[in-house]
């Protein structure tokens, strides 16, 4: 595998992706994201160069969450070549919306990172 690529163009990379997720069932005007354990629908909100805001059908409670906790991840991806989903797990970059933050990784970034099983994700 040869370097990673840099922040900027996988940030880039991972908003495209996310504006081209599928529609939600329950609010066809928003696409979304299921997280990988629980399989809980987040819609996806806002995309923008700060972050990206998602409303979560279990709470029904709106987050935004900066870029910067993006970048944690992909840079402890990079690091490591995996992360947990578990909040305070050694190997989660954060523990901030961890489960919400994996799930819009896988999905924004299929061509770099997969699911290893609902809990973890490696890059390939």
Known sequence: MGPAPDWPAVWQ?????????????QHPEFGHVRTLSRGVINDI???????????SHRSWREDFIESCHFQAWWEHLV??????????SGNTPSSRRARTVGAIMVAGLPNRIRQVDGNVQRLK
């Open 79 to 88: 690091d490591r070549g995996s992360a947990s989903l578990y909040p305070g």
């Open 13 to 25: 990379e991972l908003r495209d992706n996310l504006v081209r997720r599928p529609a939600c069932p």
């Open 45 to 55: 909100l806002e995309v923008s160069s700060e972050g990206i805001r998602v409303r």
